[in-house]
T-cell receptor, first 113, second 114 residues
């Protein structure tokens, strides 16, 4: 079936550094999402992106967070600077315009030391 | 805002037992309701969804019925297998085109013992 790829699968960085998480969504999908999951806890919505714009974001989407998809390449989540509480698994998801079904990647585990 | 409540955090069953995981939601209008399943090391994947009152969604022996009167979408399976062990999430979103945010419940970890 359709696959969302996330690169890297695990990223370890020092607090205060910048990190970029990459997502290769399903090829004909136009809506993109990031979710955050702290170990053993629920999926929490961060942001939704469509047509080059953030459509909706949650309180978890701090000012240090940004998303973009330049020229139809990777959909990225950038955190600058990182904080200890940013340690989590970040899941990218995508969907078509006409279907609410989300397709998720396998996640990127971010460890902020 | 919209929310989803799953009352069971963990469920442990034996093979061939009957499964019920309770899901209640709070949202205006007619949200679309989903059940997603997450296996270790993977992202959630859709089990099924329903978008109208009394609509039944089903897949792989799992089923749930949209009940607007009780604002519920309980997951059931008549006979679970060890391979069903996973985390199950109830979720909701606004119907198309207002589907900017999909809200997930806290998840229920199902363990099926052989």
């Amino acid at each position: 079936g359709p696959k969302v790829l996330q690169i890297p699968s695990h990223q370890i960085i020092d607090m205060g550094q910048m990190v970029t998480l990459n997502c290769d969504p399903v090829s004909n999908h136009l809506y993109f999402y990031w979710y955050k999951q702290i170990l053993g806890q629920q999926m929490e919505f961060l942001v939704n992106f469509y047509n080059g714009k953030v459509m909706e974001k949650s309180k978890l989407f701090k000012d240090q967070f940004s998303v973009e998809r330049p020229d139809g390449s990777y959909f990225t989540l950038k955190i600058q600077p990182t904080a200890l509480e940013d340690s989590a698994v970040y899941f990218c998801a995508s969907r078509t315009v006409s279907n609410e079904r989300l397709f998720f990647g396998h996640g990127t585990k971010l460890s902020v030391l | 805002g919209d929310s989803v409540t799953q009352t069971e955090g963990q469920v442990a069953l034996s093979e061939e037992d009957f499964l019920t995981i309770h899901c209640n939601y709070s949202a205006s209008g007619y949200p679309t309701l989903f059940w997603y399943v997450q296996y270790p090391g993977e992202g959630p994947q859709l089990l099924f969804r329903a978008s109208r009152d009394k609509e039944k969604g089903s897949s792989r022996g799992f089923e749930a019925t949209y009940d607007k009167g009780t604002t519920s979408f309980h997951l059931r399976k008549a006979s679970v297998q060890e391979s069903d062990s996973a985390v199950y999430y109830c979720a909701l979103s606004g119907p198309l085109p207002n589907t900017n945010k999909v809200v997930f419940g806290t998840g229920t970890r199902l363990q099926v013992l052989p």
